[in-house]
């Protein structure tokens, strides 16, 4: 084990999960937080139920100070900038060492901006768009402290205030790891309808009006996007669960879900389990550019099994000629022309 991994170890073991949770939500929120950092952040979340309970009181705290104005990242930003330089340490090392001193400090400089800020005068509201190109994945830090993956080509806009936390999903594919308030719901809006959390994580993809809700961890409620009546009613999906609707809203049964092959993508994989090779195609033309065609109408039927790289484009058609009778041509670079093997070639 090298020495990061060993300090960083016997610092949490000495930390309680209150503090532990307070020094996440203060880093998440600084706006220096990396790719690293937010994985981090999910294994430690993951690996204990009180973290999570704890860094929800965390938000919840925040709420309760800040429910007219949310904290502005670069406040954050700066309190902890200044104590650093105060104290000559470097900003944000790799291993943390908070003392009780320390953390005190700056959970107290964080109350002296909240009130600086006037945030008993304002009314609180916050916006964003984060969006992704194709082949392309991105993880965001919402003002609450939940966290939004973005998958290839996909867009949202999110709207935070002290009675609303709202996403909309525009296009694409996310993965959303909420931090549960009771008096404010997490709510996704997707097509014609909306996703509420229940504390959880869970997928929403969009294509076009078509929309797919499958649900990671905890449980989520499913309803139609318009002004609620006493009549309608939210249609509860829990984790390994997943439903779809279209343009009408109406929702599919609720069916299970192979949780491997719905994330597979956080790790630039895709997963199929006898898909139609028409249908693998298509999959994988979300993440690569270039084209690939099927010549024979008839192949696009075949069905594949197996785990891909979503940014090996040679090495993903080099995998097809090996588990379907395909043989693949390449046309200026750019188009790729699948084509039934002949009956000679497969028998061999």
Known sequence: MNQMAVEHRESGDHESGADRAMQWFVRLRSGHATFADRREFQLWIAADALHRQEFEKCSSLWDELDSA??????????VALDWERATERPVFRPVWRWSPVRFSSVLAALFVVVIAAGWWLTTGFETGEYRTTKGERRAVILPDGSMVTLNTETVVATVFSFSERTVTLQEGEALFAVSHNDRRPFEVRAGSRVVRDIGTQFVVRRQDENVNVAVVEGAVEVQRFVQPSPAQSWQLIKAGEQVSYGLTGELSSVRSVSLAATTAWLEGKVMFEDRPLSEVIQEVGRYQTGEIRIL?????????????????????????????????????????????????????
């Open 69 to 78: 104005k949310p904290l502005l990242h670069e406040d954050l930003s700066r």
């Open 296 to 348: 024979d109408p008839g192949i696009g039927a075949l069905k594949v099994s197996g785990v891909f790289g979503t940014n090996d484009r040679m090495g993903f058609l080099k995998a097809l000629e090996q588990v379907v009778p395909v043989s693949v041509s390449q046309v200026n670079g750019a188009v790729a022309v699948l084509e039934e093997k002949p009956r000679a070639s497969v028998a061999r």
